[in-house]
């Protein structure tokens, strides 16, 4: 079973960056759609972005469009997200996701890392 792993979360003020890292040994994200959700306190989970596996088609939700960026590494065999412009409203746990399966739905997952926006 293949657990992802997320790096890179931390405190940061209001208008600080961050970039956050997933990946797992062994794991190669280049052949699979990728995705980064996050979920608030009291929210549900919502996906803010993802990526095709070829790289061709890239979502992101209004809310983070302009300030975030997926980026895969196909050398590093590593997925990252980087943040800019951070919001308040950006606080969250943030999670990277690989292999869609279905609307929404992806197989392999990691566990999370905590992003906290300070004003």
């Known amino acids: ?25 062994g794991f ?4 699979f759609h990728t ?17 095709s596996w070829d790289g061709g088609h890239v979502y992101y939700v209004n809310s983070v469009k302009g300030r ?3 980026v895969r590494d196909n050398a590093n065999n590593t997925l990252y997200l980087e943040m800019n412009s951070l919001k308040p409203e950006d606080t969250a746990v943030y ?5 869609l399966v279905g609307p929404g739905r992806f197989k392999y997952w990691g566990l999370g890392t905590q992003v906290t926006v300070s004003s």
């Open 95 to 99: 999670s990277c996701a690989a292999d």
């Open 28 to 31: 190669t994200f280049r052949t």
């Open 35 to 51: 995705g980064w959700f996050r979920q608030a306190p009291g929210k549900d989970r919502e996906l803010i972005t993802s990526m």
């Open 1 to 25: 079973q293949v657990q992802l792993v997320e790096s890179g979360g931390g405190l940061v003020q209001a208008g600080g960056s961050l970039r956050l890292a997933c990946a797992a040994p």
């Open 68 to 70: 975030f960026t997926i």
